[in-house]
T-cell receptor
Framework: DSGVTQTPKHLITATGQRVTLRCSPR?????VYWYQQSLDQGLQFLIQ???????AKGNILERFSAQQFPDLHSELNLSSLELGDSALYFC?????????????FGSGTRLTVV | KNEVEQSPQNLTAQEGEFITINCSYS?????LHWLQQHPGGGIVSLFM???GKKKHGRLIATINIQEKHSSLHITASHPRDSAVYIC???????????FGKGTRLHILP
């Protein structure tokens, strides 16, 4: 157990639907990162939050949104789902907000859009 | 050209061999990370480097900031080292992270 908890582990949903992925960071970590890993694109950075505020944004689609709550857990919302959104979604946490901190990864949520 | 290039893409070696995986990048960075992803999908952060060299057990990571190059070495490789090794860089202008496409390592017993 890495200390970073992601739920659910697996999710199957239909095109056009909306889903919410949840991440609880390791105790004491203030930053939460979201990543998408698809077979053809590899790992891609989506977004980072630090202590409730958006810190950096990567290749996140407008149909996707995220937030970090006062208790530091984060949610990634994916809407109007398309077949191409099928992927592994990872969350990671770190203690700081910059790049000079190591990451701890969750075990991921496997999303399948049918 | 990708901003982070890894080589080789695939590597098969015999148990006990010395393994080197390379990562070159074209952007200014504040840190470089080496990650390990096992067949089950879980990702483990191995190293975070901003300069020099780090060692953890049989793993050694080095970075040359001037040449924009990093290497991950595995000594006395073992079948349990079989995994995908991913290089990732954090830019020095923002906190965005760019990933390499990974090196798939297979160690034969």
């Amino acid at each position: 157990d890495s200390g970073v908890t992601q739920t659910p582990k697996h999710l199957i949903t239909a095109t056009g639907q909306r889903v919410t992925l949840r991440c609880s960071p390791r105790s004491g970590d203030l930053s939460v990162y979201w990543y998408q890993q698809s077979l053809d694109q590899g790992l891609q950075f989506l977004i980072q939050y630090y202590n409730g505020e958006e810190r950096a944004k990567g290749n996140i689609l407008e149909r996707f949104s995220a937030q970090q709550f006062p208790d530091l857990h984060s949610e990634l919302n994916l809407s109007s789902l398309e077949l191409g959104d099928s992927a592994l979604y990872f969350c990671a946490s770190s203690v700081g907000r910059g790049q000079l901190y190591g990451y701890t990864f969750g075990s991921g949520t496997r999303l399948t859009v049918v | 050209k990708n901003e982070v290039e890894q080589s080789p893409q695939n590597l098969t070696a015999q148990e006990g061999e010395f393994i080197t995986i390379n990562c070159s990048y074209s952007v200014g960075i504040s840190a470089l990370h080496w990650l390990q992803q096992h067949p089950g999908g879980g990702i483990v952060s191995l190293f975070m480097l901003s300069s020099g060299k780090k060692k953890h057990g049989r793993l050694i990571a080095t970075i040359n900031i001037q040449e924009k190059h990093s290497s991950l070495h595995i000594t006395a490789s073992h079948p349990r080292d079989s995994a995908v090794y991913i290089c990732a860089v954090g830019g020095n202008r923002d906190d965005k992270i760019i990933f390499g496409k990974g090196t798939r390592l297979h160690i034969l017993p």
